[in-house]
């Protein structure tokens, strides 16, 4: 009985949501006025994640297109005689039938937008609007993932566009974050680090002081709330752990700083998602700090490798399965099918893991061995120096040919790798037992990269990238992986 | 020779900016870095007018659209079923056929925009993008008053398009300006100010202190420097003269203020006419004051009527003319041609203006001693009480006339009438004599009006001046035209 209310009341808040929207999208221009949208922010957020899908689904499906009147005006179009001649003729009747040209292409080209531009158009003109759309388009970020639905993809490839030009860098205000800032922005700061979580206030002042700086982008719609912060470190080099950037104390003299370190960019709003802010943030960065700080001349990382032990771990599973199939000694014909079998271990690492893994993990061979020792989240091979210096070589060795070699349709098979490669960077360097926190662990056993950014290059950089996949990277993580490099991709790399 | 020179020169720096502006465009994504777009910039801003017009046109013709493109798309576009029968059936098929469709869907509505599109949202990205295309599209508007140019045109209002997208009331940051501001900042607003000219420091000074308020919206683009910006005072009465407000001495107490009058709002780029900032800075302004001081309950303006005089005096010329043309006593016949003959003066009024004009004016008519004296603008009329006292009641009574009733594709025919109008304000009261400056004098003949804004009814008198044209007015000024309300034009007001 009481289940059943619930349910009448969900339907008829759905419905009146419902309505409200239709009356924003609907009403002529000047009638929509700040208490209807109110109407509807509020509506909406009052709404169950179940009707809010409800809700998006009938915006994809009943508010895109006129179809009809799309096809009425490309049969008007396709009637008249495109321009072309307006060079040669130019009179006062030619303008006449250009005129009546443009007007029938605009009106076709507004025909093909979608009705629900109109409700983005106007939340945007809203005080909270812009927010309010990061929300929507969180929801349908999360919709999406349970299954594929082509007219909610649609729109979320239409919104997205929308947000990424009202969000253009021309409308973002670079600000400096300090302890002066107040404590409202300061938490979000703390609530949104996704790299190095803040622990406590001695943390986060430590980040905002002296030797540090903290940059973040904020939009006039999304008050005291960075969309995307950036922090740093004035170091003498480039550091080669997380440990001496966040704890080790005292930091040196500014003046004396000739790196500027970026150790952690944190975006804040998933519904942000897929609109690349960062690259413009690091740009802009870059340049305040040159202007602000002439004696810093190197623009580094030290960036967490996120995808590592996933991709090591679905490989060494994958090719110890693949060894064991082998070892029943197949007949050639069966053989055939091993074409994807590769020992990705050499064949000293795989003696030194064999001799060196004791109790601690069994395997017949090295690379079940090395799955053994890694899976577990203990990293008890942590604990041992005996496992450390066997499992060195080939981490570092197979984290080198993962960052520089793996690839999904051209791009760095890495997140962080592909977000600094596209925005120019290069790979200058991997440090072992860099990041020894529990998380580090987990995504890269503890290595961290460092990727530079010269001002010089950065375009030429991003646009080899881009083209070519190319990815620029040091001699120093080259060689990790020559004798691969001069086998295969030698080509792959610059 | 030297003259030959110049023009070759002229032809170079033409040739090497339109080589830039191609690279913008046509350069992959990545690859524009600010390198590019900055030698844009300079190079456009360093072109003659006549070379800024030649390389406007080549844009807007020579970037328009692949129409080769468009027609392709538009047969694969018509030979797809449209969705509809989604909801019905929805398999996987299905979807990945709706997938298809909302692709081919989006590439048609991507070929249908111009090329020139790419120009603009990547000048976007620029620190100074926004300011520039501001500077664009105010050459595009003052080459297009030259005559018009159907290609320019379209450029024009697709360019217009992405500026009203990109100064959404949300990407605009109101700021109280005050005399702490830097001095380049209220160098400013001397120089914009429209309305009523600062005329020193102490004008300046008075106009953001006590008693007084002054607002700016602001884009992080284009810093120091608001777009829109509007002065208000803190009064208890509405004001009837600008006179008290710029002059008056003292201000009251702020706590005794039961009104604050919108008294000058002055937009600062030429190249965003067309784009209504003011009225979403009228609203945030009201909503600021209403929370700040609870005691204030009035909004009103004291505004201009620029077009009050040209109108009255174009009326007077044509009129005047056509009854001296019925003097020559024509034939009936004749006298058909003569429709729009009106004198638009009360017979007591032109018995008055007869008796007191004297040596200063003669005239056949009343309208026209009423032209005769009110066109020198040595304004001498403003000297004679007795003038004053027979010009008073028809210039009054015409100002209503043509605040209420003259209309232009159903807008008011008053720019700034129009402006308040469309804002969701009402015709609260017009003013004798309140403002006597020479510009006051030559706009109005020294009338003004005050505009009043009812929070309440903002939104039902913006919309039903929008939809039906309808001027919602006081009693106090529809009086002045209530003979002629009862008989024609009732209907027209509300």
């Given at each position: 009985m009481e289940h059943g209310k619930e349910t009448l009341n969900h339907q008829r808040s759905f419905e009146v949501v419902?309505?409200?929207?239709?009356?924003?999208?609907?009403?002529?221009?000047?009638?929509?006025?700040?208490?209807?949208?109110?109407e509807f922010l509020e509506g909406y957020c009052s709404l169950s994640f179940e009707n809010r899908r409800?809700?998006?689904?009938?915006?994809?499906?009943?508010?895109?297109?006129?179809?009809?009147?799309?096809?009425?005006?490309?049969?008007?179009?396709?009637?008249?005689?495109?321009?072309?001649?307006?060079?040669?003729s130019g009179g006062v009747a030619d303008e006449g039938f250009l005129s009546t040209f443009y007007r029938i292409e605009r009106n076709l080209r507004h025909s093909l937008k979608p009705v629900y531009e109109t409700l983005f158009e106007r939340l945007n003109t809203h005080p909270e609007g812009l927010k309010f759309l990061t929300i929507i388009r969180a929801d349908i970020l999360s919709i999406l993932t349970e299954g594929n639905i082509a007219s909610l993809r649609a729109l979320?490839?239409?919104?997205?566009?929308?947000?990424?030009?009202?969000?253009s860098p021309a409308a973002l205000e670079l600000h400096q974050i300090t302890w002066d800032d107040p404590a409202s922005l300061?938490?979000?700061?703390?609530?949104?680090?996704?790299?190095?979580p803040i622990s406590n206030l001695i943390d986060l002042k430590r980040r905002l002081g002296v030797g540090r700086r903290c940059f973040?982008?904020?939009h006039s719609a999304i008050p005291r709330e960075p969309l995307i912060f950036i922090e740093v470190a004035l170091l003498k080099n480039i550091a080669e752990t997380i440990q001496e950037v966040l704890?080790?104390?005292?930091?040196?003299?500014?003046s004396e700083a000739t790196c500027a370190l970026f150790y952690s960019i944190s975006s804040t709003q998933p519904g942000l998602a897929g609109i690349n802010l960062g690259k413009f943030l690091i740009k802009r960065v870059i340049t305040l700090v040159k202007i602000d700080m002439p004696h810093i001349s190197v623009f580094a990382t030290l960036s967490p490798i996120p995808g590592f032990m996933q991709w090591l771990l679905s490989k060494l599973a994958s090719q110890s399965k693949l060894a064991k199939a082998e070892d029943i000694s197949l007949s050639p014909a069966d053989r055939s099918g091993l074409t994807f079998y590769e020992n990705i271990l050499e064949p000293e690492e795989e003696r030194a893991l064999i001799d060196s893994s004791g109790d601690l993990a069994s395997g017949?061979?090295?690379?079940?061995?090395?799955?053994?020792l890694l899976t577990p989240t203990t990293h008890e091979w942590t604990n041992s120096d005996k496992l450390l210096s066997a499992l060195k070589p080939p981490l570092m060795r197979l984290c080198a040919r993962y960052l520089l070699q793996e690839k999904k349709r051209g791009k760095a098979l890495d997140s962080v790798a592909n977000f600094h490669l596209q925005n120019g960077a290069m790979v200058q360097r991997i440090n072992w037992m860099a990041d020894q926190s529990e998380k580090g662990l987990n995504q890269s056993a503890g290595i961290m990269v460092n990727y530079v950014y010269r001002p010089e290059n950065i375009e030429e950089y991003a646009q080899l990238y881009f083209s070519k996949g190319h990815i620029h990277s040091s001699y120093d993580v080259k060689r990790y992986i020559q004798p691969v490099l001069e086998n295969e991709s030698k080509d792959s790399l610059l």
């Amino acid at each position: 009985m009481e289940h059943g209310k619930e349910t009448l009341n969900h339907q008829r808040s759905f419905e009146v949501v419902r309505e409200s929207m239709h009356s924003v999208i609907s009403m002529n221009k000047t009638e929509v006025g700040d208490s209807v949208l109110n109407e509807f922010l509020e509506g909406y957020c009052s709404l169950s994640f179940e009707n809010r899908r409800k809700l998006l689904l009938t915006l994809a499906k009943e508010y895109d297109l006129n179809r009809a009147q799309v096809r009425e005006l490309i049969k008007q179009y396709l009637g008249l005689q495109p321009p072309g001649s307006e060079a040669q003729s130019g009179g006062v009747a030619d303008e006449g039938f250009l005129s009546t040209f443009y007007r029938i292409e605009r009106n076709l080209r507004h025909s093909l937008k979608p009705v629900y531009e109109t409700l983005f158009e106007r939340l945007n003109t809203h005080p909270e609007g812009l927010k309010f759309l990061t929300i929507i388009r969180a929801d349908i970020l999360s919709i999406l993932t349970e299954g594929n639905i082509a007219s909610l993809r649609a729109l979320d490839s239409y919104l997205k566009e929308k947000l990424t030009t009202w969000l253009s860098p021309a409308a973002l205000e670079l600000h400096q974050i300090t302890w002066d800032d107040p404590a409202s922005l300061l938490e979000k700061i703390v609530f949104y680090e996704a790299v190095h979580p803040i622990s406590n206030l001695i943390d986060l002042k430590r980040r905002l002081g002296v030797g540090r700086r903290c940059f973040g982008y904020f939009h006039s719609a999304i008050p005291r709330e960075p969309l995307i912060f950036i922090e740093v470190a004035l170091l003498k080099n480039i550091a080669e752990t997380i440990q001496e950037v966040l704890w080790d104390n005292p930091p040196i003299a500014e003046s004396e700083a000739t790196c500027a370190l970026f150790y952690s960019i944190s975006s804040t709003q998933p519904g942000l998602a897929g609109i690349n802010l960062g690259k413009f943030l690091i740009k802009r960065v870059i340049t305040l700090v040159k202007i602000d700080m002439p004696h810093i001349s190197v623009f580094a990382t030290l960036s967490p490798i996120p995808g590592f032990m996933q991709w090591l771990l679905s490989k060494l599973a994958s090719q110890s399965k693949l060894a064991k199939a082998e070892d029943i000694s197949l007949s050639p014909a069966d053989r055939s099918g091993l074409t994807f079998y590769e020992n990705i271990l050499e064949p000293e690492e795989e003696r030194a893991l064999i001799d060196s893994s004791g109790d601690l993990a069994s395997g017949k061979s090295g690379m079940e061995i090395m799955l053994n020792l890694l899976t577990p989240t203990t990293h008890e091979w942590t604990n041992s120096d005996k496992l450390l210096s066997a499992l060195k070589p080939p981490l570092m060795r197979l984290c080198a040919r993962y960052l520089l070699q793996e690839k999904k349709r051209g791009k760095a098979l890495d997140s962080v790798a592909n977000f600094h490669l596209q925005n120019g960077a290069m790979v200058q360097r991997i440090n072992w037992m860099a990041d020894q926190s529990e998380k580090g662990l987990n995504q890269s056993a503890g290595i961290m990269v460092n990727y530079v950014y010269r001002p010089e290059n950065i375009e030429e950089y991003a646009q080899l990238y881009f083209s070519k996949g190319h990815i620029h990277s040091s001699y120093d993580v080259k060689r990790y992986i020559q004798p691969v490099l001069e086998n295969e991709s030698k080509d792959s790399l610059l």
